[in-house]
């Protein structure tokens, strides 16, 4: 076999394989489009986002663990995490739909149970809260957006189509169609709608802002009255 044919086999393989995962992951892709206004092309997406290549080996890791192959499904989530910087373990429960904007630093552990058209940005931990075993992560309902850096906790229950803004620290369950704050994260409604998946996130409904600035106006009424 010559040099040429060897390369023309390789490249072949790879087209395959690059079409074969288009295809799997056609939800995925479609979730970047829909979410994230950078992306650009299909094989944009395919080569350079690093949330869809977790996804990828999250799902070969999963599908091991489903049927108790040891070792290797965690060795293949390590690797997944050096690659990428986002650690997703192969225990975890994950929908359809999954977008991870950016990705660097997110943790999904064993017991966490994500649902569909679900999007985390950078820094987000689906964490337990000690040494407990058993079900012991969040679980996070369909449409849900969770902003960067947050941290949920334990195991509790996300209601669909919330929003967990940036930062915030959640450690109790959060009906659905909510936005959650702060830290310890505090739970408003966002008119009683559906979170947009493409929500400014610099202005997010605050309870604590606004009750300081009903406050403020407060303070401001009785002294106009001295």
């Given amino acids: 076999m010559s040099i040429k044919t060897f390369f023309l086999i390789i490249i072949a393989a790879i087209a395959l394989f690059m079409i074969v995962v288009a295809v799997a992951f056609r939800k995925v892709i479609k979730a970047t489009f829909e979410r994230d206004p950078a992306a650009t092309s299909y094989l944009e997406v395919l080569l350079t986002y690093s949330g869809l290549h977790a996804l990828i080996f999250y799902r070969m890791a999963h599908a091991l663990w489903k049927i108790k192959i040891p070792f290797l499904p965690k060795l293949i989530s390590q690797i997944a995490r050096g690659l990428t910087g986002i650690e997703i373990h192969p225990g975890a429960t994950i929908g359809n739909g999954l977008f991870i904007d950016h990705g660097m630093g997110v943790v999904i552990g064993e017991t966490a149970v994500i649902g569909e058209s679900v999007t985390l940005f950078q820094g987000v931990t689906l ?52 936005t959650v704050v702060g830290v310890p994260g505090r739970i408003t409604k966002q008119d009683g709608k559906r979170i947009d998946k493409n929500l400014d996130h610099a202005h997010v409904f605050d309870p604590i802002k606004q009750s300081m600035e009903a406050i403020e106006r407060r303070i401001a009424r009785l002294e106009e009255r001295k």
Avoid at 141 to 160: C, D, F, H, Q, R
């Fill in 127 to 178: 964490g337990g809260t000690g040494k407990e075993r058993g079900k012991r992560h969040p679980n996070i309902g369909s449409n849900v957006v969770v902003g960067a850096g947050a941290k949920i906790l334990g195991n509790i229950t996300v209601g669909e189509n919330s929003y967990v803004g940036a930062n915030a620290v959640v450690l109790q369950d959060v009906p659905p169609n909510s």
